[in-house]
C-alpha cells in the first residue's frame, strides 16, 4: 500500500513539447505529493508539490494534475527544454509520524531534443 | 546549492567493513532524513532525525545505524557491508516535522563496496 506506481521510464520530446508523466498511488493516507527533480550528480530537489485539496498547481512552465478518486496525478511541463533533460521522482507522503518520509516512485528519466 | 552537505563524494571501500557517512543540514533546520538510491530499488527513506532524536524508521538494516549530534549534523553508519549496499546514501533536512516545508538534499555519498 505503500507504493507510488511511476511511468514512463524514459521519455523523449522536441524542443517546445509538452512532457507529461504519470504517477498513481495505493495508500489513501497520503496527503502531499511532490515532484522532485534530479540532475547527473545532484541530489534530486523539489519541483512542484500539490495537496488533494486541489486538482491542479501551475508554476511556470510545470504543472500538477491531481485526480484524487482515481489516486492519480501527473506532471505537465509545458514548452519543454533542452534544460529540462533530468529524471524527475514523483513522491508521496502522509502527516503521520514522519510527514516528509517520502514514497517516491521509480523516477522517469526525461531527454529534450534540441 | 541546496544547503546540505555530504561527506565524503565516494567512498569505495571492501566487504565486512564498516564506513560513516556525514551529513551537515541547511542552517537552522533541525529535522535530518537519510534516503538510499540504488538501480533496483529506486530511492528509499531510511530514517528521520528531529533535534537529535530518532522520529521515524523505513528500510533500514539492522546493520546500518544513525545519530543527530546536538549541532544538528548526522552521520550513518553502516556496518559489514555487502556488495548490495553499494548506493548513492542521500541526506535531506527541512526545518520543521510536519506540513509546509520542503525536503532540501545534499548531493549525496556514492558508496561502492567491492
Known amino acids: 500500500q505503500q507504493q507510488v506506481k511511476q511511468s514512463p521510464q524514459s521519455l523523449i520530446v522536441q524542443k517546445g513539447g509538452i512532457s507529461i508523466i504519470n504517477c498513481a498511488y495505493e495508500n489513501t493516507a497520503f496527503d502531499y505529493f511532490p515532484w522532485y527533480q534530479q540532475f547527473p550528480g545532484k541530489g534530486p530537489a523539489l519541483l512542484i508539490a500539490i495537496r488533494p485539496d486541489v486538482s491542479e498547481k501551475k508554476e511556470g512552465r510545470f504543472t500538477i494534475s491531481f485526480n484524487k478518486s482515481a489516486k492519480q496525478f501527473s506532471l505537465h511541463i509545458m514548452d519543454s527544454q533542452p534544460g529540462d533533460s533530468a529524471t524527475y521522482f514523483c513522491a508521496a507522503s502522509g502527516l503521520g509520524g514522519s510527514a516528509r518520509q517520502l514514497t517516491f516512485g521509480s523516477g522517469t528519466q526525461l531527454t529534450v531534443l534540441p | 546549492d541546496s544547503g546540505v552537505t555530504q561527506t565524503p563524494k565516494h567512498l569505495i571501500t571492501a566487504t565486512g567493513q564498516r564506513v560513516t557517512l556525514r551529513c551537515s543540514p541547511r542552517?537552522?533546520?533541525?529535522?535530518v532524513y537519510w534516503y538510499q538510491q540504488s538501480l533496483d530499488q529506486g530511492l528509499q527513506f531510511l530514517i528521520h532525525?528531529?533535534?537529535?532524536?530518532?522520529?521515524a524508521k523505513g528500510n533500514i538494516l539492522e546493520r546500518f545505524s544513525a545519530q543527530q549530534f546536538p549541532d544538528l549534523h548526522s552521520e550513518l553508519n553502516l556496518s559489514s557491508l555487502e556488495l548490495g549496499d553499494s548506493a548513492l546514501y542521500f541526506c535531506?533536512?527541512?526545518?520543521?516535522?510536519?506540513?509546509?516545508?520542503?525536503?532540501?538534499f545534499g548531493n549525496g555519498t556514492r558508496l561502492t563496496v567491492t
Open positions: 542552517s537552522g533546520d533541525l529535522s
Open positions: 532525525y528531529y533535534n537529535g532524536e530518532e522520529r
Open positions: 535531506a533536512s527541512s526545518d520543521l516535522t510536519g506540513e509546509g516545508s520542503p525536503l532540501h
